[in-house]
């Protein structure tokens, strides 16, 4: 089945015309990414943008929802009085199926304890024309892959790693459900004309180094913020020689330098992807428009001249690598790996190694694992660390499971998980004798910040290829390295690993009883959407309050958060995941992650009308019993990590008023706009060292809120001075605007009520 056929043949049919006209109005060649974003803009008159300065509308195509996010974003949906979504849309069952003994006990566990939520959601999408995929069906970001990116088309997801999709060259943006709620309405969707970093691979993979070395190495040299703001865009000859499930990890993994999105030109590999998917049609239509799909010849004559900047990395030269622990960009070569976890004192045995998630979980990540696997079969070793196997559809694990690939894992003592996040996103029971001991495990997924996996403070997780991690979960030990060093087997005998093998596609081609697909009614006004009134799951949402109309005075400061302070820090996963339809509930959990800067500690702040320290949203809860607004100050790079929008919803619900940090990861700032909130940066970064403990703080300048128009904070220390600093904001008419009316979904019920 190709879904939206005639969608993509509209939008092939009017792309040529669109890209002339962008090039005629810019006067210049186009990269892929400028031709996508061009044809997809949400008025039919073309202008030349400028990036990284103005505010784009653009029509994305599509929009797809995990069960976590999606949640939120249709409890905001069905309050905005549309009766269908305005653009394909579907929601994918992943997030809250917990990892605990194995894939169909947690499955058939997790349907049972999250009833009400899957039923609300299978309810809500049937109301509104939605797609709905049901719990086992797989990741989000692999079904997107597998059934609905395409070269050139746009699409917006309510998580951060949607950018999956670029792997088919498609632009795939990560965004909070709020944004997600302006597509499905029919609205625009603004975006800042994003930079352009453009990567010139070079070269051929060979032996253990894959598609997932280059994103670890690109993660070290931008960092988790180096792509913030921009759109990363691969060309060169070395690109063309990736497959096209190897170019989707690499885009995946590149919501981890901050990175808008990240895309490839299309080619035969994306073609032959699209063939063994049962799309051959996508793939001709895409054919008869190839030069609208890649960047124009001038591009790759002068990269240069055409991207913000411009990075190459020899594929020939490119070593495996290990990243971590506790950041994804902490980038290590494999032959300096073994020295930095010795001179760092990292736990040197390894517990676990878990391999799959939405980032390498495809056939081929699958087939070169178990290509390791069956060596160790072969040379009589066994695994010496717990090792785990997350295939990332129903489809992908119907295949390898006919293929032989499961069975050979389970031979070597691999355990097979749901086709679901699971541990990648903190749902693991793990086991473990003392939750406190420092020790270190090792992933293929994505994300690695301390505590995302496993809950626990202790853990040092490490990110690696699906091959690297299944060498070392036979290895035991951190400081082996399977291009050189040899394993004692069980006969005594000395013996290396040879070089994985595996295939791009499944030389039999992909199999499936059931996908785990649901289409929506065609009419869906008789559908109730099921949400029972005393739920703990589920809590139907109340309009934010609008701004008063006066500057805010008075406002106590509720936590000033120190270093690293991302989207897990301020609304954790975990068992909090249950809660992401209830705002009340979740809630309960903001910021329990972050360190207070004056006392070192998490989830102890003070609370300035009893002097007592105690849990943060206790103390928020008591500072608006009081009638008392609050503020948070963070520190660089703030709200970086996942989509998730209750970051920026828990602490309006709790009447925090404004965010003021050093900066922003784009994704959070934009969900705080979108809530009515003010998200604000110090304009001398070291006035960050001015905010003591117990100020009273007054932001003015709201009353004559304009864009480009910096705002006046002053600081009321408890000794009786005060200081006065000036902060900056990116807000544009429009943003200003949801600001005023209490947020931008209250602006979209007074349209839609006219």
Request: aromatic fraction near 8%; hydrophobic fraction near 40%; charge should be neutral.
């Amino acid at each position: 089945m190709v879904f939206d056929l005639d969608l993509i043949k509209k939008i092939y049919a009017g792309m040529p015309s669109k890209i002339a006209a962008a090039k005629k109005i810019t006067g210049k060649a186009l990269t892929l990414t400028e031709k996508i974003l061009y044809s997809h803009l949400f008025s039919e008159k073309i202008q030349s943008y400028t990036r990284g300065k103005d505010y784009v509308d653009f029509a994305p195509d599509r929009v797809a929802m995990q069960d976590a996010t999606a949640q939120m974003a249709l409890l905001q949906f069905m309050t905005c009085g549309r009766e269908r979504v305005a653009v394909p849309s579907t929601v994918h069952c992943d997030h809250l199926i917990q990892a605990k003994i194995g894939a169909k006990k947690d499955l058939s566990a997790a349907i049972d304890v999250n009833k009400e939520v899957y039923d609300f959601l299978a309810s809500i999408s049937n109301k509104f024309g939605i797609g709905f995929w049901k719990p086992g069906a797989g990741i989000i970001h692999q079904v997107v892959l597998e059934n609905y990116a395409f070269p050139g088309g746009m699409m917006i997801g309510t998580d951060s790693h949607t950018p999956n999709a670029g792997g088919l060259g498609m632009v795939a943006i990560g965004v909070g459900g709020a944004d997600a709620v302006d597509v499905m309405a029919g609205l625009p969707w603004e975006l800042k004309m994003p930079k352009l970093i453009g990567i010139k691979l070079t070269g051929r993979l060979n032996g253990w180094t894959s598609s997932k070395d280059v994103i670890l190495k690109v993660a070290g040299i931008l960092t988790v913020k180096g792509g913030t703001g921009a759109i990363v865009e691969y060309f060169g000859e070395g690109a063309e020689s990736l497959s096209a499930t190897g170019k989707g990890t690499i885009c995946n993994m590149g919501a981890e330098i901050g990175a808008t999105c990240s895309v490839f030109a299309y080619d035969g590999k994306i073609s032959d992807y699209l063939k063994a998917t049962g799309r051959a049609e996508v793939a001709a239509l895409a054919d008869g428009i190839r030069g609208q799909l890649r960047p124009d010849p001038e591009v790759y004559a002068n990269p240069a001249a055409y991207y913000d900047q411009v990075i190459e990395i020899n594929l020939d030269e490119l070593e495996p690598h290990v990243n971590g622990p506790f950041t994804p960009d902490l980038a290590w070569p494999i032959s300096k790996f073994a020295e930095a976890v010795k001179s760092n004192q990292w736990p040197e045995k390894l517990e676990v190694a878990l391999i799959g998630s939405c980032t390498n979980s495809s056939y081929e990540d699958i087939s070169r694992s178990a290509s390791i696997a069956s060596q160790a079969i072969q040379k009589k070793l066994k695994t010496r660390a717990e090792f785990t196997i997350t295939p990332g559809s129903e489809q992908v694990r119907y295949t390898i499971e006919k293929d032989g690939f499961l069975n050979t894992f389970e031979k070597i003592g691999g355990m097979v998980l749901a086709n679901a996040c699971g541990p990648c996103i903190g749902q693991w029971a793990r086991h473990i004798d003392d939750p406190a001991r420092k020790n270190s495990i090792i992933t293929s997924f994505n994300r690695n910040f301390a505590r995302r996996n496993d809950g626990l403070s202790s853990t040092h997780a490490f990110v690696a290829s699906p091959e690297i991690v299944t060498a070392f979960a036979i290895a035991g030990d951190l400081r082996f390295n399977p291009l050189k060093d040899t394993l004692r087997n069980e006969l005594g005998e000395d013996v290396m690993l040879d070089e994985p093998t595996g295939y791009e596609l499944p030389p039999k081609g992909f199999s499936v009883d059931d996908p785990g697909f649901q289409a929506a009614a065609k009419d869906g006004s008789r559908v109730q959407v099921l949400v029972k009134p005393d739920s703990q799951r589920l809590q139907l949402l109340e309009p934010f309050k609008a701004w008063e109309g006066v500057d805010l005075k008075g406002l106590r400061l509720l936590i000033k958060a120190k270093g690293k302070c991302t989207t897990d820090h301020i609304s954790m996963a975990g068992p909090w995941l249950k809660f992401r339809g209830h705002l009340d509930n979740i809630s309960n959990n903001m910021l329990i992650g972050a360190v207070n800067f004056f006392n070192e500690q998490t989830d102890h702040v003070k609370n300035q009308l009893t002097g007592e320290y105690g849990p943060v949203p206790a103390t928020a809860r008591a500072y608006k019993a009081a009638g008392i607004g609050s503020i948070v100050v963070g520190d660089e790079n703030y709200g970086e990590g996942s989509s998730r929008e209750h970051a920026a919803m828990e602490p309006r619900h709790l009447g925090v008023r404004a965010i003021l940090v050093r900066s922003f990861a784009r994704i959070h700032e934009t969900n705080l706009k979108k809530q009515g909130m003010l998200g604000l940066t110090f304009s001398n970064k070291a006035d960050y060292d001015k905010i003591l403990e117990d100020d009273s703080i007054d932001i003015n300048g709201l009353t004559d809120f304009e864009e480009g128009k910096p705002l006046t904070v002053v600081l009321h220390h408890a000794n009786g001075t005060s200081d006065e600093i000036t902060v900056n904001h990116t807000y544009n008419a429009a943003q200003i605007a949801w600001f005023k009316a209490g947020g931008a979904l209250n602006v979209i019920r007074t349209e839609f009520a006219r």
